[in-house]
């Protein structure tokens, strides 16, 4: 099984590539795990164009049999078992291989959008693109040890 994860920006605090070098690490058990970082725009471009620049490099590393979920505000609230759940779903469609989408400071283009089979909304506050990393990787992580019964969430 494979997760991806498309984002545009670097990590670039250590603490924080610490954490998602340790959540990828525990997703070994379970899968392997792919961050494809694309660049991002830069802050002085309109954010229009930049949301389309970025949605562009994003779409060309999305492979066509890929089965995509963007994380989006618009998308579904899950709790953590519901997100266990969808990503099995998630997995089985996707022929064991699942991509998640995160857009940069202006959000996602509307033609990755459209080319999304899904839609996750991780939370209604604003996280930078790195931080949705980490805490999507740990909800993935929490996830599969609900799936296995294994311990770690706490209702």
């Known amino acids: 099984m494979t997760i991806t994860v498309i984002s545009p920006g670097k990590t670039r605090e250590a603490w924080l590539q610490a954490a998602l070098d340790e959540y990828i690490r525990r997703l070994s058990r379970y899968c392997q795990v792919r961050l494809v970082i694309v660049p991002d725009a830069p802050d002085s471009r309109e954010p ?11 779409l060309a590393k999305i492979k066509p049999r890929d089965f995509v979920v963007a994380l989006d505000l618009g998308g579904r609230q899950l709790d953590s078992l519901q997100l ?7 997995l089985e469609k ?9 857009g940069g400071a202006s ?3 509307s033609q990755v959008l459209t ?3 899904d839609r996750l909304c991780l939370s209604r506050m604003t996280f930078t693109h790195q931080m949705t ?3 999507l990787l740990e909800q993935c992580y929490r996830g599969f ?10 209702f």
């Open 145 to 154: 040890r609900l799936l296995n019964n294994e311990p770690y969430h706490k």
């Open 84 to 90: 266990s759940e969808n990503l099995m779903d998630w």
């Open 115 to 117: 080319r999304a089979q």
């Open 133 to 135: 990393r980490l805490i």
């Open 107 to 109: 959000g996602l283009a």
């Open 48 to 58: 229009g164009k930049a949301k389309d620049d970025e949605g562009r490099v994003i």
């Open 94 to 102: 996707g022929g064991s291989s699942v991509t998640f989408v995160i």
